[in-house]
């Protein structure tokens, strides 16, 4: 693995290199990103992973500083990759202005997770656009589990880098069903568990849809089970795949979304599913 922190030295090494894998992460790396590292490397030779904890994204400070950063035992997990290029650019290569762009992202981006964090999507794709043409990779690799982000980047990129192929990688749990997440290091053991009772209660809304019942009433009905447990539930929603918008009875390729806070630390996760008959 080759460790790089300036804008100089990656251009180096990528200099001549064409189809570059890249998955760029916020660090405290976990089987989730690994698994993307693992799929990147299955499609090229030349793949570089980033460690960038981006200021622009998050709402408080309160939640920047307290994201966990494990920069040592996130360089010893990857140092098990051969070639792999490691890149962990600081601030002042990242951001050397002061000045934060104001991007025109579909009305999506103001809802779901848009509306509980005014301007996150705006910081993610700031920092996707600055990654995007430092390192123009042919391929890059998003956890699906951040569902909304992998939507709103495979737009910009369709508008604004239409060579870049964006793919999905699917969501690893935990035993208990939790998404991994490099939140989840927030949580006491006890706590770790009853964490993935969003995801319990995202399968149960599921399970229950597709048997024929009300959704809305089984939505309701889970994030009071759920705030009866402690949840403060931002949302939880069912949406079209294809543009997470409402979808209407003719709708089969749908995901639900969720998002809340349980013990100060704010969870999100997704099912994609399938119902009824296809249009
Ligand atoms: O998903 C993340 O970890 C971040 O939002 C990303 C894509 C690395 C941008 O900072």
């Not at 989840?184 to 149960?204: D, M, P, R, S, V």
Request: charge should be positive.
């Amino acid at each position: 693995m080759d460790k790089v922190e300036t804008i100089r030295d990656i251009h180096e090494l990528l200099l001549n290199k064409e189809n570059i894998a890249f998955v760029p992460t916020m660090g405290n790396l976990h089987e989730g990103h690994l698994s993307l590292v693992d799929k990147a490397i299955s499609i090229s030779k030349t793949v570089v992973v980033s460690i960038f904890v981006n200021p622009a994204q998050f709402n408080s400070s309160k939640d920047l500083e307290s994201y966990p950063r494990t920069p040592d035992r996130d360089i010893k997990l990857l140092e098990q990759y051969k070639n792999l290029i490691l890149f962990m650019p600081n601030l002042k290569e990242i951001y050397p202005e002061h000045t934060n762009n104001l991007y025109d992202l579909p009305p999506i981006s103001n809802d779901l997770c848009g509306k509980f964090r005014p301007g996150h999507f705006n910081g993610v794709i700031t920092i996707i656009d600055k990654l995007f043409n430092l390192l123009m990779p042919k391929s890059v690799i998003f956890g699906k589990k951040d569902y909304q982000q992998l939507f709103l980047v495979r737009h910009f990129a369709k508008h604004n880098y239409p060579k870049i192929k964006i793919i999905g990688g699917e969501t690893i749990r935990n035993k208990d069903g939790l998404a991994m997440s490099s939140r989840n290091n927030l949580f006491t053991k006890e706590n770790l568990i009853n964490a993935a009772n969003l995801y319990k209660a995202l399968q149960n809304i599921v399970n229950q849809a597709k048997s024929g019942h009300n959704k809305k009433s089984i939505i309701g009905d889970n994030i009071k089970h759920l705030e009866s447990l402690g949840w403060d539930i931002e949302y939880i929603e069912i949406r079209k795949i294809s543009d997470l918008s409402e979808p209407s009875y003719k709708d089969s390729q749908l995901v639900i979304l969720g998002a809340g806070i349980f013990k100060g630390v704010r969870l999100i996760d997704s099912i994609e599913f399938c119902i009824g008959q296809p249009n």
